[in-house]
């Protein structure tokens, strides 16, 4: 029964500049097993477009070619796949072994291409290298062995899977006299085996040893001759070879192969693009670590479980809506009432009683503190002999200070106060203990008042603070009660249960309409600007990922072209586009991957440097890497890296095999 059967096979190519050319011009045979046939003609008659058609890699022909009961032609792309996976092997008249792969990987190939197991296929191609007498080069790469035997690897390759077929074009054509026999022989053994040899050769000699020769002439079939009674020496049960499609862990592990073979250069890519992870990285872990400064050290000095409470500025809103209106009483009305909130004594900067007790009843609050504090830029003076100073802030004692604000001294008890570091300087020596007269204006009323200098203050441990004065509030209350005024709260300092509790208190007290204090205004604002000034940087730097990209995407499109041949081997093995696909971009993961742990690595090392001298000079650490950075900048390197590697993956997976195999 034929194995093979041609019907009238035409091939007409299309030329590029437009016009056609028929190669093939009906040719018509047909195969058994154990024929080894050559195939002579002149060049240029068509010999390897007919071979080509006859091994699938051109379903684009007319005529018919049979194999199994049916048409080439009408093979799905799986069949396809299935029909150069098992039934079909290849030896080319250049070898085309694949170079960076060993002996042994290059003879496995296909098998590689199947699933098979490495365990079997490695034995599999042990077996076969040792047939062909190179047992003792398996993992030499092809590169290392002479033409001889490059072309004996490549017949081991073409029987790995047991193939009922053998296409051969020019398998001598680049061996010497001596070479050719051995490889003359081993051809015919494979036909003694049973199997269908179709062999392309110039030579006579080499035709000689043929049990058939076809002659084709421009296309046509000449002479179909049959030199001798076909032998079949042994014809053993063929072996079912399970045909899988190749998984990606194969597909990643012949990447990370090529990657071996060609490490500088990628090395190179992914130290460029490594460039670009790590200024984004460090820009953000240098603007998470400032801002994280700014924030501790804004917060370290103030008690972490209290919560202070101001009322909006509602006067401050009015005088704005009324100064558009121009409405010049209502405004000079909104001045009044503003001077009366700074002073304390205006009516909506002060908390309720009824306020007091809904903040106080808020979840997780254990307290609720009234405090005071006003801004007398120069009406509050504080008096000591002979010396005067001015104070700025006038405000209560709470819990919101700590002993750490504490420089020297105790918390005031009755009738004492606190007064800041700087301003203890300005009226004498060692202040502690001493009676210092404070002055101050209470709705209108000049009022005077000795207090004992209880400590001194300061806001910061640089000690710079404004002129403030710190008084209990009892103290404060019973001052105003003599002056007629009722001292309102215009500060309520709620003390959460726990320092974790804080947050929730403050959000609270956000969501109740009210503002927090000044330090935690100043904080968000900084924080704030500190992120724009980040987000700014890290975008910069991502300018740098791009140009990443396209170094990435010019390195695996140079790699394409160089490797068009191997991508040509690989499909008439057996591999899908998908394969070719899941290679390239298989090799595109490993750059991103290196690039991004690269990025991440020096970024590191960077940032242990940069935090050492901060710390030797500051205190701090201006680098702030985090886990999620690290990560994120391995995700996104991979990423870029992949979308970099579509399109040269994709064109790699869509070039013909023809055209790859024809190219020099
Ligand atoms: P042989 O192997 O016998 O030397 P080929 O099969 O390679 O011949 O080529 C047969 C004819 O087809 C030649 O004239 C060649 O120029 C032409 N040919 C081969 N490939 C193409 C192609 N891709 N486009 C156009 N013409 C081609
Ligand atoms: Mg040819």
Redesign the pocket.
């Known amino acids: 029964m034929a194995v093979l059967e041609l019907k009238n096979v035409t091939k007409t190519?299309k030329?590029a500049g437009g016009g056609s050319?028929q190669?093939l011009k009906g040719i018509s045979a047909s195969f058994e097993a154990g024929e080894l046939v050559a195939i002579v003609?002149e060049?240029?008659?068509?010999?390897?477009?007919?071979m080509n058609t006859i091994g699938g890699l051109d379903s684009d022909f007319g005529g018919q070619i049979i194999y199994e009961g049916k048409n080439l032609a009408t093979y799905s792309k799986q069949e396809l796949v299935d029909y150069h996976k098992k039934s079909i092997g290849f030896i080319f008249q250049n070898f085309n072994l694949i170079p960076h792969l060993s002996l042994l990987d290059n003879v496995a190939m296909a098998m590689t291409l199947s699933n098979v197991n490495q365990k079997t296929r490695e034995a599999r191609a042990k077996e076969l290298l040792k047939q062909v007498g190179l047992e003792a080069h398996i993992y030499k790469k092809p590169d290392a062995i002479s033409g001889g035997q490059k072309q004996r690897v490549a017949i081991a390759r073409a029987l790995i899977n047991d193939p009922d077929m053998i296409i051969a074009d020019e398998p001598t054509g680049a061996l010497d006299a001596e070479t050719t026999d051995t490889v003359l022989e081993l051809i015919k053994d494979i036909a003694k085996s049973g199997k269908l040899v179709l062999m392309?050769t110039h030579s006579e000699r080499v035709a000689s040893h043929c049990s058939r020769v076809l002659r084709i002439d421009n296309g046509q079939l000449l002479e179909d001759f049959r030199q001798e009674e076909l032998v079949i020496e042994d014809s053993q049960n063929k072996e079912q070879v399970a045909v899988k499609n190749m998984s990606w862990y194969n597909a990643f592990r012949l990447a990370l192969l090529n990657m071996k073979a060609k490490f500088g250069r990628n090395a190179l890519v992914a130290v460029g693009s490594s460039i670009g992870i790590m200024s984004v990285v460090l820009m953000l872990s240098l603007g998470k670590g400032v801002t994280s400064y700014v924030k501790s050290t804004m917060n370290s000095y103030t008690n972490p479980r209290v919560t202070e409470v101001h009322k909006n500025g509602t006067s401050n809103q009015k005088r704005m809506a009324t100064q558009t209106n121009g409405n010049s009483a209502a405004q000079a009305q909104a001045n009044q009432d503003m001077l009366k909130a700074l002073t304390g004594t205006g009516n909506d900067s002060g908390f309720s009683q009824k306020e007091i007790k809904k903040l106080a009843s808020l979840k997780d609050v254990t307290k609720a503190q009234k405090g005071f504090s006003t801004i007398s830029l120069g009406t509050t003076t504080v008096k000591y002999k002979n010396k005067e100073a001015s104070i700025v802030q006038l405000q209560t004692m709470s819990s919101a200070v700590t002993d750490s604000n504490i420089r020297q001294g105790k918390r005031p008890g009755k009738n004492e106060i606190l007064i800041d570091a700087g301003t203890a300087d300005i009226l004498g020596k060692n202040m502690i203990g001493k009676k210092v007269t404070l002055h101050l204006t209470v709705d209108s009323k000049q009022i005077e008042k000795t207090f004992k200098v209880a400590g001194t203050y300061s806001l910061s441990a640089s000690g710079s603070s404004t002129a403030t004065i710190l008084a209990r509030y009892s103290d404060l209350a019973s001052l105003y009660k003599e002056t007629g005024t009722n001292l309102k709260p215009n500060v309520i300092y709620l003390t959460a249960k726990d320092k974790d509790a804080t947050s929730r208190v403050k959000d609270k007290v956000k969501d109740l309409g009210y503002s927090g204090s000044m330090q935690e205004a100043m904080t968000d604002m900084f924080s704030d600007m500190l992120t724009i000034i980040t987000d700014v940087l890290t975008g910069i730097a991502a300018i740098s990922l791009i140009v990443s990209t396209i170094m990435i995407l010019v390195v695996l499109n140079i790699s394409v072209v160089e490797r068009t041949k191997e991508i040509g081997v690989l499909k008439a093995l057996g591999a899908r586009r998908k394969d070719i696909r899941r290679i390239f971009v298989s090799e595109a993961f490993l750059i991103g991957l290196s690039a991004g742990a690269l990025g991440d690595l020096v970024t590191w090392i960077l940032s242990l440097i940069a935090n050492h001298f901060s710390q030797a000079m500051f205190e701090i650490n201006v680098v702030a890497i985090t886990p999620q950075y690290v990560i994120s900048g391995l995700v996104i390197s991979i990423l870029i890296s992949m979308l970099a590697g579509m399109m040269p993956a994709n064109r790699a997976s869509k070039l013909d095999p023809?055209?790859s195999l024809?190219k020099e």
Request: avoid cysteine; glycine fraction near 18%; aromatic fraction near 12%.
């Open positions: 190519y030329l050319f190669a003609g060049s240029g008659s068509g010999k390897s477009t007919l392309v023809v055209d024809r």
